[in-house]
């Protein structure tokens, strides 16, 4: 480990090392966007990092049949617009490889079909939007769909929780519509009453208004999907009214810039997410403790998400025989990886088959609460 942490650290103390000019023979690139600017640059730089963890690591153990990885890096800035350019930038310009998202589905989702075209593999890591992989065979999701999650959230609150009244509070956008369809896709075999539903826009910080309804609705448990930015002050909002009843998050909770944005009101805050912060798992444990070490922050969902799919594409490069895509997609296809965020295998549709983590807020952190790990409520769907 000493050895290895040597490496990644002398690796990642070199500026902009990933995305150094190479001559194409020295190097396997990987494509690689996220949102680096704008409303999602703390997610973004996340998603890099753990990818960079992934690709620092993979170069100390002697890259792919002794060529180095070069992690080709583009800001999509959080906009759809903005990636079906860089994505044939990335395939007729950089000639990678393979492709991962580091970026949310409305990016992922425009891109996705640009890369079947060019029959490259393209890993989504965190994205939810059902139709990412819809766009063909040569795209795959490390993350769950926001209906697999939403499913996971109705039996935590069912079953775990004990709890039937529900309250849902959304953030309009992809990510908001899926989970919540999610939860009301099974609601009825929980038992679960949902009395009352609320969006909210991506921008909004006042929630003024709406708490004021939450309250009044009397919910035994409120559902609310958002992101670490806008969860933040709808939780500490929610509190300071004298809402006390549990807040179930899900992985767009998974900062600790939630955390700071709460404040004491996120105690107690329970997440569906990815990572398993307490997890005894090796690859788990040590991702955790290597990022913490090279990037002087907390780890988050994102952060594993990224690193998890890049280590999905540098395996495939290794193990493969074939830096052909269509080699890469039929080994992703038939093979199991152990990664930051467990175990991962891909149905035929290339959703990711794995348990949900279920995280609480506790000290100012996030730790295991539960896994769900029934893996016919949470089974993606084929076609």
Known sequence: MRIRLKYLALALSVTGWVCAPAQAQDVVKIGFHAPLTGFAAADGKSAKQGAELAVAQANAAGGINGKKIQLVVYDDEGKPENTIPLANKL???????????????????????????????????????????????????????????????????????????????????DFG????????????????????????????????????????????????????????????????????????????????????IAGKASEGVIVTTSLDRDSKSPATRAFIDDYEKAYKDRVDMVAASGNAAATVAIEALRKAGSLDGKALRDFIRANAFETSIGKLSFNGLGE???????QVVKDANFHHYAVIDDLVLLAPPEK
């Open 91 to 173: 395939i007729g310009q950089d000639k990678v490889a393979i492709a991962v998202s580091g970026g949310y589905s409305g990016p992922t989702r425009a891109a996705a079909p640009v890369f079947n075209r060019a029959g490259m593999v393209y890993l989504s890591a965190y994205a939810i939007h059902p139709d990412i992989t819809k766009a063909g065979d040569f795209i795959f999701r490390t993350g769950m769909m926001g209906e697999v999650q939403g499913r996971a959230g109705a039996k935590l609150m069912a079953d775990m929780l004990k709890k039937k009244k529900v309250v849902i509070v959304a953030v309009n956008n």
């Open 352 to 358: 990711v088959k794995k348990p949900v983590q279920v």
């Open 177 to 260: 519509q899926a989970l919540t369809a999610g939860v009301e896709e099974v609601a009825g075999k929980f038992g679960l009453n949902i009395v009352k539903k609320y969006t909210f826009a991506m921008p909004d910080r006042q929630f003024g208004p709406l708490v004021a309804q939450v309250k009044a609705d009397a919910p035994e448990v409120i559902y609310a999907p958002g992101y670490f930015f806008n969860a933040g002050p709808l939780v500490a909002q929610l509190r300071a009214a004298g809402v006390d009843v549990p807040i179930i998050g899900q992985e767009g909770y998974d900062s600790q810039r939630f955390i700071e």
